[in-house]
């Protein structure tokens, strides 16, 4: 998958341990997410701990991550 440039700068600035990086991704991906783990688990509250935790556990690896995509996959992966 290819990154838009608002991705790209977004993704360096995550990279780069700045707030504004890391809510860019966190407000696209939470609802995706909690639908998902929403899915696995049938429990909306467990499903939105299950994916704030995936996100600390980005939060805490981010500089591993070497593109915008394997930041969605990695996220995905975590909640699963």
Known sequence: MLATKTE????VSFQKG???GFAFFFNEYYACLS?????ILND??????V???SF???WE???AIDK????KSYLYTTVK
């Open 18 to 20: 700045e707030e504004k």
């Open 56 to 58: 600390v556990k980005l």
């Open 51 to 53: 994916v704030s935790d």
């Open 8 to 11: 790209e700068k977004k993704f």
């Open 44 to 49: 909306e509250a467990e499903a939105q701990d």
């Open 35 to 39: 639908f998902f783990a929403f899915k």
């Open 61 to 63: 690896r981010r500089e």
């Open 68 to 71: 915008p995509g394997s930041l």
